[in-house]
Nanobody, 122 residues
């Protein structure tokens, strides 16, 4: 069956860097666009970043531009999110997702992981 498994989330301090990962299985990883979304308790899930199946076209929400970098390794079926200059407001659960296009619209995505928690202390 299809699985997306995130990892790497942990407690860090403001200003630190962290890389989270997502391993996909059970589907043709390299043929799907991928994305990262995040959701804090009591809030709507929001778009963070996405990239096309080849990794050459990327999108970011304004609040993470210049700090976060999305990438993928299709040989390892792995998606990454490098997060630099982390802020307390980046604290939340991060989800990876796979779909046909690298859209900001979460309803366009087909598969979702269970999330990995990132906590940034001030």
């Amino acid at each position: 069956q299809v699985q997306l498994v995130e990892s790497g989330g942990r407690l860090v301090q403001a200003g630190d860097s962290l890389r989270i990962s997502c391993v996909g299985s059970g589907y043709s990883f390299g043929q799907y666009a991928m994305g990262w979304f995040r959701q804090a308790p009591g809030k709507n899930r929001e778009f963070v970043s996405s990239l096309d199946f080849g990794g050459s076209i990327t999108y970011y929400t304004d609040s993470v531009k210049g700090r976060f970098t999305i990438s993928r390794d299709n040989l390892k079926n792995t998606l990454y999110l490098q997060m630099n200059s982390l802020k307390p407001e980046d604290t939340t659960l991060y989800y990876c997702t796979a779909g046909n296009v690298p859209t900001r619209n979460q309803t366009e995505y087909k598969y979702w992981g269970q999330g990995t928690p990132v906590t940034v202390s001030s």
